[in-house]
């Protein structure tokens, strides 16, 4: 499995398009391989507050219900509503299926870039 390199991921399988500035919040092919079928994907409202590491939604599949985590702290400036009606969209393209648009603020130090996530991956599983 190849994880893209113009992202950064956490530990908790998101994966976020920038650092600084506006950017895309979603779940490393990874984390969806394990959820298995996803069958609902519950999301923020635009403009809720998080903070890094908060709980922003879940992803809903046959096996579980997983909270997913904000990378870095700020506001939701977008959801992507196509997710509501079609979860099973995450599944096919989770790095073009993004789960929320937030304008970055905070520290971005303890992400990972791709080779770091796979080295992850890789002791941890």
Do not use: C
């Amino acid at each position: 499995m190849s994880f893209p390199t113009e992202l950064k991921y956490t530990k908790d399988h998101e994966w976020i398009s920038a650092t600084s500035g506006t950017a895309r919040v979603g779940v490393s092919a990874y984390a969806v391989e394990q959820l298995g079928d996803i069958v609902h994907v519950e999301l923020p409202r635009e403009g809720q507050q998080f903070r890094k590491g908060d709980a922003f939604g879940t992803i809903e599949s046959t096996k579980t219900v997983s909270d997913v985590y904000v990378p870095v702290g700020g506001r939701v400036v977008k959801v992507n509503e196509i997710l509501a009606s079609h979860p099973e969209k995450l599944q096919e393209a989770p790095y073009t299926q993004w789960l929320i648009e937030i304008a970055v603020e905070g520290d971005a130090s303890e992400l990972l870039d791709a080779s770091g996530y796979e080295a992850f991956l890789a002791e941890d599983h």
